[in-house]
């Protein structure tokens, strides 16, 4: 047996020696598209995973002088000769290798999966075929370009979402289409080529109330009820529409919708629930341009690179700081000893975020090998992972990392901050990274109370969550998602399926978030227009045209009425990006103004109502429940703006305790401004469908689940609102029963009770006051209970949580 291992090896030995010819005939085709999509999705990975620990880019040679992420490299092979000969697998030093079949065993430790070595053998076999250049990306469905940027083909680009907006004309009126609304006749125009017809109108009050709640998220009050109900003009409605527009509670109510995309949260949650003190800034100034009516690319602009127009604008330069809170409150590993996968996982939070949030994309997919649906390969992850990369979130990379800040008030409090962080930033890495076993008691102590003075004085600076210009360069694409195995440098542009692959170089200064940001505010890009516009049709209907609003690409849903998207789209760009003129223009449609009634036969035709012949009923979200019941009860609190979180910079939430947050969360202003803490939800939002605020949500879910319910009967809000409810009609000692529970309907329900609803609920309070539980009360404190417990059971109903 050891003389014919001998053997084995001297035979071996002479056949690495002897010299190599490559077959012309098996020589690797360069136009062998098919080949190169095989080398990339087949065999780079194997060779990155299994081969570059040691025979890698950044390992060097090893012992054996062998690279093997080069065909060069492979053909000139090591001290051993050349790996492979193309074309012949049997005599290639590789595949005996990882065969384990010569003198030379790869990897030496375990043998590769018997699927690796079929896939290294059948690529030996067709010829090697190897990217003649390695900056070209090979990806599915498209081929490289002279500039080596995929060219997508036929199928990938008439894809809807990929298309230009199609400007298309409403269809004509008909005798039995006589709307006017463009929307409606488009929408008709569905209904009838189905057989349906829609829902009649909403009465006026179930009218005002919707639009009411829809707009500024709070009930109509008697009055306001009263006054349209009194107004008989055309534009009655339309007068309404404006009020509510104008409101400034429109903000907080629209503004919330757009957190819920933003991923807002007050905490960072993760390993480390640390306070975000600073992120209400972000949420302010949300509030703030859905009430200006900002437009939308100028949103956009702000939010990317609000940093780097301050610059240019110095008057508004805190205003634009601040937007950039949108990059920098996402969910961060600040544990990671990695700093450089901490640094890409942050950039990859970020590019997802913004491809989701802005182009209904998943980009975040193509991190580790291009998107298996949609036309997006691992190059364009790349090239915007550049743009990101070249911005600064955080102070330092590192175990207890810390995200960026920037001052706000002036030249001196920005200068002032920065020198506060880098005292932090070397005081937190010596306590917390350095070795303290040689640390003295003494100089931990002092090193500790220079910390906390910093932290003190950091914590009185005005200053916001934000990005700024960090270090510029392109990115290589990481094999497989591993920055330790890197493959070729990818220029930094923006995804070809919609830029094209002609675009002009970003930039060597700046990151290119400028350029990204207008670029997706360009009326040539045709998704940023058409996702916002889901977005609000979605937020006014319940569903959208779209209904997977955060996914246009192939595994989300075609649109039901695609003309009508690309219609509200190009009007919405004609329109300035204007949000407010495209909610009115909704609003004042037929279709937005049906009545929920129900159809059989239009149930049996569309179950789902893709075709809108009613409106949906929609369930309250519940910050909207809650901020109903303060006011129906008079207890809502409207002061606008600031921070009710009181822990410090940096407070880890979760080692401090969560507990002495319940007296926040019985704060009575509006529950856009109570704290968001991740992994730490209030009770009232995990009870009725808050989102995850660790990722981008577009799509609230609507859940029915037996703990609502009692959450209804037993929550703080819901006792509190009852309480205040009951003692408001009680005060009044000169009104009857009757007119007490006729101010409660109109309160809660916006309509008065009708005999029934009276003979109920008299019967109710006299069985509640009768109750033997309550026989040792006085008669005024049964009375007062009684009243208490009517207002619960109302606020509790479907007719009060449910949106008509």
């Known amino acids: 047996m050891i003389q014919s291992r001998r053997l084995m090896g001297i035979a071996l030995i002479a056949f690495l020696l002897s010299p190599i010819v490559i077959p012309n005939a098996v020589a690797a085709d360069p136009a062998d598209e098919a080949g190169f999509a095989f080398f990339e999705k087949k065999v780079r990975p194997v060779l990155a995973d299994q081969c570059y620990d040691c025979h890698g ?83 599915p469905a498209a081929a490289p370009s002279a500039e080596g940027t995929p060219e997508w083909d036929k199928a990938a680009r008439e894809f809807w979402a990929f298309q230009p907006t199609k400007v298309a004309s409403p269809p004509p009126a008909t005798g039995s289409n006589p709307l006017g609304s463009p929307i409606d006749a488009f929408l008709m125009a569905k209904l009838e080529a189905a057989g349906l017809r829609p829902a009649p109108p909403a009465d006026k009050r179930t009218l005002i109330r919707r639009a009411t709640f829809d707009l500024i998220g709070l009930p109509p009050t008697p009055e306001e009820i009263d006054r349209f109900l009194h107004d008989d003009s055309s534009s009655a409605f339309e007068r309404v529409v404006d009020r509510l527009l104008a409101s400034p509670r429109y903000g907080e109510r629209w503004g919330r919708h757009w957190l819920d995309v933003a991923r807002y949260a007050d905490s960072n949650g993760m390993d480390d629930n640390l306070a975000y003190t600073d992120a209400w800034r972000y949420r302010d100034y949300v509030i703030a341009a859905f009430n200006a009516d900002l437009p939308f690319g100028q949103f956009l602009e702000e939010q990317l690179a609000g940093d780097i127009l301050a610059e240019e604008n110095p008057a508004h330069h805190d205003s634009l700081v601040v937007a950039t809170g949108f990059l920098a409150l996402g969910p961060k590993m600040l544990a990671e000893d990695d700093p450089v996968k901490q640094q890409m996982d942050i950039v990859d939070e ?4 913004t491809s989701r949030v802005f182009l209904g994309l998943t980009m975040g997919c193509a991190r580790c090998h291009d998107h298996k649906f949609d036309p997006l390969a691992m190059s364009d992850y790349y090239a915007l992972a550049g743009i990101f990369k070249s911005t600064r979130t955080m102070i330092s990379h590192r175990v207890d990392s810390k995200w960026n800040t920037t001052g706000l008030g002036g030249q001196q409090s920005v200068l002032r901050l920065e020198d506060l962080k880098q005292i932090i930033d070397k005081h937190d890495n010596a306590l917390v990274n350095g070795n303290t076993n ?91 227009a058409r996702v916002l516009v889901n977005r609000v049709w979605r937020w006014n209907f319940g569903q959208g045209l779209v209904r997977s609003v955060d996914n ?16 509200l789209a190009t009007q919405f760009i004609n329109d300035g990006w204007s949000i407010k003129k495209l909610q009115k223009r909704i609003m004042l449609s037929s279709a937005y103004q049906m009545s929920t009634q129900w159809n059989d036969q239009a149930s049996k035709v569309d179950p789902e109502n893709q075709l809108l012949w009613r409106m949906p009923r929609r369930r309250m979200d519940a910050e909207v429940i809650r901020d109903a019941l303060l006011a129906v009860s008079g207890q809502l609190d409207l002061t606008m703006g600031g921070t009710l979180l009181t822990s410090s910079p940096f407070e880890n939430l979760t080692v401090t305790g969560l507990g002495r947050l319940t007296e926040i969360y019985q704060s009575r202003r509006r529950s856009v401004y109570l704290p968001i803490l991740r992994s730490a939800l209030h009770d009232q939002f995990q009870a009725f469908d808050f989102p995850d605020p660790a990722v981008s949500n577009g799509d609230r ?5 037996a703990s609502q319910a009692l959450f209804m009967m037993n929550g703080w809000a819901i006792g509190f609102a009852s309480e205040n409810l009951a003692k408001t009609l009680l005060n009044d000692p000169k009104a009857s029963d009757q007119d007490r529970m006729q101010r409660a309907s109109l309160r809660l329900f916006g309509r008065p009770a009708d005999a029934e609803d009276l003979a109920e609920w008299q019967a109710f309070l006299d069985r509640y006051q009768s109750a033997p539980s309550l026989e040792a009360e006085s008669p005024e404190k049964r009375r007062r209970l009684a009243w208490q417990g009517f207002c619960r059971a109302l606020m509790a109903s479907n007719e009060f949580v449910y949106i008509d």
């Open 438 to 528: 040689r640390m003295s008691p003494e100089e931990r102590a002092a090193r500790s109370k220079l910390l906390e003075d910093a932290k003190a004085e950091y914590a009185k600076i005005p200053k916001a969550m934000a990005v700024v210009e960090g270090k510029v360069g392109d990115v290589e694409i990481f094999l497989r998602g591993n920055h330790l195995t890197r493959g070729p440098l990818t220029p930094r542009r923006f995804p070809t399926i919609l830029a094209g692959t002609r675009q002009p170089a970003l930039s060597a200064s700046q990151s290119g978030r400028l350029d990204l940001a207008r670029w997706l505010a360009s009326p040539q890009n045709p998704l940023t």
């Open 701 to 705: 879910v609507t859940t029915t689940v």
């Open 57 to 139: 880019p950044e390992s060097g040679k090893g012992k054996a002088k062998l690279r093997v992420d080069s065909l060069e490299a492979l053909l000139r092979g090591g001290l051993s000769g050349p790996a492979i000969i193309p074309g012949e697998p049997d005599r290639s030093l590789l595949i005996l290798a990882v065969r384990h079949d010569g003198a030379v065993a790869m990897p030496p430790k375990s043998k590769l999966a018997q699927e690796d070595i079929n896939t290294l053998t059948a690529w030996v076999k067709m010829g090697a075929p190897w990217p003649a250049s390695s900056k070209k990306s090979v990806v």
């Open 552 to 567: 246009f690409g192939k595994l989300g849903q075609l649109p039901s009425h695609q003309e009508l998207l690309d219609w």
């Open 350 to 353: 970020q590019l997802d975020t």
